[in-house]
């Protein structure tokens, strides 16, 4: 089945812009990123938009429709009525480079910040082994595609911008999370605390862990609940808890 | 530029606030969804709010809270001497008899501390009466935001010894439900209707109390190498999988434990006899 569809693209840069009309053909099977490509091949041949693999797996075309931050290639437009108008904008967190891009730097600048894995001591490049039950906690951080939906979504940064000198974004602060359950990061032995460092470095204590960095990811992380809330308790043991700070203070060991 | 021209950040106008700041694209609506997102937190928020206001009535009221053998969740363990006797319940007058208020006020702090630090209503609330966000995507209002960093909300961070308080609290209303086993004269043997309802809201309430993250944590979450932590691993893993459940289980204890006292109070007061199985 094919019918026209009624969309409203985002068209403008830095100075400014605006939301223009389009009446664009659909096809059975489409996305909405199909329906932004005919749209640069019919009508608009300068509508920029960044996009790569159409799989759902490289994270580019990351953008809002209808004002949920969503991943343009993995958006179908059979969700959406022939009757209804779609809209979309670019992320509307980050600043915007021209029509659907926009320039997300701000999370490379997050991701330099977040301290590197340490090497324990004692063991060559290629000679890890590591326990799959004590690993498989993190590789579910390790199928984040970097998409930054999680970063355009979180209202810490999204409605106040003068929080992002200070919020790393769940996508970082659950990187950090990742580092902290590693079974071979040896951070602690050259001083550094991830969870406390998360807590007064990289403003975990911003996340009102209202979820929807999680409602938002297409490779259905449980950001909040894995990574964030955890990542919060390992804080509390270090800045909050005296039973905790106490026990760790006697026995001198890291569980 | 003429002085005092120059705009000032505090003098800022609210409107190029969040998404409407410059550099942004320039789109004047603070969000553009077209699905029910209100539904969500409004639900949220008139639950919550029914839920405050009956417990808080029935808190202050100070009657109709034992049905022998029934005593309501809200007024278990008793903690002062101005409470109805309860024939071999959780009876003890460890505030002694200056007490002259309601005495669900000196258990409901435990309770109400563990739901109000908890992960999932913090998650309700924030959205449903603070509405910082009221749903994903959609601005709100408020022109700061410093989250939990600082008083009064860094004290969230005390959620664990709630969960530690909430234990012995849960332990004393699985004794009142198995009192229900007893009948008013104090015999065993009976089974009512008002034992069934404490025996489901007590279930209820101990698998919210365990799907708590701290109790994630706790039982295994901040170890580093499960490997060396068998047991610790599989009480994790228990854990976590009630843990997946944690918001249907806190509406659900939640209704439960408003449910469990309206039937004593229907009892106790004459509404109606309660039905005896044996």
Excluded at chain 1, 225 to 247: C, M, Q, S, T
Excluded at chain 2, 96 to 110: E, N, R, T, Y
């Amino acid at each position: 089945m094919s019918y026209e569809a009624h969309f409203r693209v985002w068209r403008g840069d830095a100075e400014g812009g605006e939301l223009r009309d389009y009446q664009v053909e659909v096809n059975d099977g489409e996305v909405v990123l199909d329906i932004i490509h005919r749209l640069q091949a019919t009508q608009a041949g300068d509508l920029a938009v960044r996009w790569n693999c159409k799989a759902g797996k490289c994270g580019s075309c990351s953008a809002e429709v209808n004002g949920r931050p969503r991943l343009m290639c993995m958006t179908r437009m059979s969700v959406f009525t022939p009757e209804e108008t779609v809209t979309v904008t670019p992320m509307r967190t980050f600043p915007v480079v021209r029509d659907l891009v926009t320039d997300v730097s701000f999370n490379y600048d997050k991701a330099r910040q977040v301290p590197a894995f340490v090497p324990p001591k004692g063991v060559a490049a290629g000679e890890y082994r590591m326990r799959q039950v004590d690993v498989e906690r993190s590789q579910e951080f390790r199928k984040c595609i970097e998409c930054f939906l999680c970063q355009d979504t979180c209202h810490v940064v999204r409605d106040h911008e003068e929080n992002k000198t200070s919020f790393a974004g769940p996508r970082f602060l659950m990187r950090i999370a990742e580092l902290d359950m590693h079974p071979l990061d040896a951070a602690a032995e050259v001083g550094l605390t991830r969870s406390s460092s998360a807590q007064e470095d990289h403003g975990l204590g911003y996340c009102n862990i209202t979820k929807c960095c999680t409602e938002v990811c297409p490779e259905h992380i449980k950001i909040t609940d894995n990574a964030l809330i955890p990542l919060k308790e390992r804080a509390v043991d270090r800045k909050y808890d005296p039973l905790v700070w106490l026990g760790n203070k006697i026995r001198r060991r890291d569980a | 530029m003429a002085t005092g021209t120059t705009p000032t950040p505090s003098a800022t106008p609210t409107a190029r606030r969040g998404v409407l700041t410059p550099g942004r694209a320039a789109i004047s609506a603070r969000h553009l969804r077209t699905d029910r997102w209100w539904l969500p937190p409004l639900v949220t928020a008139l639950g919550l709010a029914a839920f405050i206001g009956y417990s808080t009535w029935r808190a202050f009221a100070n009657s109709h809270y034992y049905a022998a053998p029934y005593v309501s969740p809200f007024y278990s363990p008793c903690l002062a001497t101005n409470c109805a006797d309860m024939k071999g319940g959780a009876d003890w007058a460890l505030f002694g008899d200056w007490w002259g208020l309601s005495p669900a006020l000196l258990v409901l702090i435990f309770p109400l501390g563990f739901r109000l630090t908890c992960y999932y209503y913090r998650k309700a609330y924030y959205r449903g009466f603070w509405a910082s966000p009221p749903a994903c995507a959609v601005a709100e209002p408020h022109a700061k935001y410093t989250g939990e960093t600082r008083l009064p909300l860094i004290l969230q961070n005390v959620h664990r010894y709630f969960f530690y308080l909430a234990l012995p609290v849960a332990g004393i209303l699985t004794y009142d439900a198995v009192l229900g086993f007893r009948d008013e004269h104090g015999r065993w043997g009976h089974m009512g209707l008002g034992t069934l309802v404490l025996l489901v809201n007590i279930t209820l309430i101990w698998a919210y109390t365990l799907s708590c993250h701290s109790c994630r944590h706790i039982m295994g979450g901040k170890l580093r190498h499960f490997s060396a932590h068998p047991v610790r691993y599989r009480l994790w893993g228990w854990v976590g999988v009630l843990n997946g459940r944690h918001m249907l289980l806190a509406w659900s204890s939640l209704i439960s434990v408003g449910l469990a006292d309206l039937y004593i109070y229907l009892v106790s007061s004459g509404a109606f006899d309660d039905p005896r199985f044996f």
